[in-house]
């Protein structure tokens, strides 16, 4: 009898695990490409939360996050605020859909085109401090940027290091992971403001990884942005969504 109740339990933990993790490879399978690309409009998703309705401290208007990451920062900032009632806290970017970033990308290369006469080159300068439209995780609506998009502030300012350390010892706790971090091999360079719900984002790397194995062109051809036919497209895009920090798969 106790060896038949033990496998029986065995057996439901097993059935449950299997349910869980299929579950959970089928939210992934089930993103569509348009959301993993970043080609739709958040404002007028259900799942997207406007972060002017919210608590959360913000540097401009008109930022969007989904609702989950939302909640979940909500709780992470009045906890940081409790200990740090003077040191800023304030989200200064959040979901950025194809078209924002189309236009931070245009900008970028009309400014180097003058002083840059290769496109790879070009490409490669922009992408040490911005994605390429469509490979953003900032598409998601799982990433924000908290504070500061410098450095500097994060090493420097003694402000900028309490916050750093607290985000790295407390993110973690409600879920976040930071994609950017330092020792990749490649990607972008390291970025201490830039933080991924993992719940979400995890299926999101999941599903254009998958994608990009089983049909790389699916992807490539809704890119359409300045230079997209003059560069290595297909190898820039696997090495700035993919190369990320583990934790975050």
């Not at 540097?59 to 969007?64: A, E, S, T, V």
């Not at 996050?65 to 970017?93: C, G, M, R």
Request: aromatic share 14%; hydrophobic share 35%; net charge positive.
């Amino acid at each position: 009898m106790k060896k038949t109740a033990r496998f029986k339990k065995f057996f439901n933990f097993t059935q449950t695990l299997t349910l869980l993790l299929f579950s959970t490879f089928t939210m992934a399978q089930t993103i569509p490409l348009n959301k993993l690309t970043g080609q739709f409009d958040e404002k007028k998703d259900s799942d997207f939360i406007a972060l002017d309705s919210t608590q959360l401290p913000v540097n401009k208007k008109g930022m969007y996050l989904q609702k989950e990451p939302t909640q979940q920062l909500i709780k992470a900032y009045n906890d940081f605020k409790k200990v740090h009632p003077n040191i800023p806290f304030v989200v200064v970017s959040a979901t950025r859909n194809y078209t924002y970033q189309n236009g931070i990308w245009q900008r970028k290369w009309d400014s180097l085109l003058s002083k840059i006469n290769k496109p790879q080159q070009i490409a490669e300068e922009i992408l040490k401090f911005s994605s390429m439209p469509g490979t953003s995780r900032h598409h998601w609506g799982t990433d924000i940027d908290i504070t500061s998009v410098s450095s500097d502030y994060f090493r420097n300012d003694k402000k900028g290091i309490i916050l750093y350390q607290w985000l790295q010892d407390n993110l973690p706790k409600y879920g976040f992971c930071q994609p950017f971090n330092e020792g990749r091999n490649g990607g972008y360079l390291p970025e201490e403001w830039h933080w991924s719900y993992k719940p979400i984002a995890s299926q999101y790397i999941a599903q254009y990884q998958a994608q990009l194995e089983k049909d790389p062109q699916s992807i490539i051809q809704a890119l359409n942005f300045t230079g997209h036919d003059q560069i290595n497209l297909e190898d820039l895009v696997k090495q700035y969504v993919l190369m990320v920090n583990a934790d975050c798969y």
